[in-house]
Structures are given as structure tokens and as C-alpha cells.
């Protein structure tokens, strides 16, 4: 990739991240149809949301923890437990359809 695409990347990243922000909606909603419209392959595009939803939930984690918005430890293990549960329920039902 040459310095200019790499260049305009990041400014879309900034600006989707902003966009994101302001309409609280995940940035892969917004980089996704902008990368492919940069010609970045498709699969390579759709894989890179996993890594953008896991930092985008982390993050917001750290930052209720760090507020105190959970009351202990049980509370932050039950919500890890059911987000676990969840996204098992979810992959077997995508991968059964």
C-alpha cells in the first residue's frame, strides 16, 4: 500500500470513529463500506470488524469499571458468563441456517 492510501485510511478511520461516537453505532458499520470502496478485498474487510468489536467493548468496559458502574465481581462474571453464552447460541444458529 502506498503512503496516500494509507494516509486516506486513517482519516476515514478517524472520521468513522467520530461518526461512530456521535451516533453510537460501531465503526465497522462505517469503515466496512468504505474499505470496500477502496478496493480492499471483502473477506479481508469483514474480518477486520472482530477485532474492531472486541477493542470497542473492552474498551467500554474498562471505562464502567473504572466509573464503578458494577457493584462487584459477581455482577462482571455474570455478564461475562451470559456475553459467552450468547455468542455461542448465536454462532450455532448462523452455522445451522
Given amino acids: 500500500m502506498d503512503k496516500i492510501k494509507v494516509r ?5 478511520g478517524l472520521a468513522a470513529g467520530f ?7 460501531g465503526g465497522g458499520v462505517v ?22 468489536m472486541f477493542l470497542s467493548a473492552s474498551t467500554s468496559f474498562l471505562v464502567s469499571v ?10 462482571v462474571l455474570l455478564f461475562l458468563g451470559l456475553s459467552f ?6 454462532k450455532s444458529i448462523s452455522y445451522a441456517i
Wanted: proline content about 4%.
Fill in 8 to 12: 486516506y485510511g486513517m482519516g476515514i
Fill in 19 to 25: 461518526l461512530g461516537g456521535a451516533l453510537s453505532i
Fill in 31 to 52: 469503515l466496512v463500506p468504505l474499505w470496500l470502496k477502496m478496493g480492499i478485498d471483502k473477506n479481508t474487510a469483514i474480518s477486520s470488524t472482530g477485532p474492531l
Fill in 66 to 75: 473504572v466509573l464503578g458502574k458494577y457493584d462487584g465481581v459477581y455482577s
Fill in 85 to 90: 453464552a450468547s455468542s455461542y447460541l448465536i
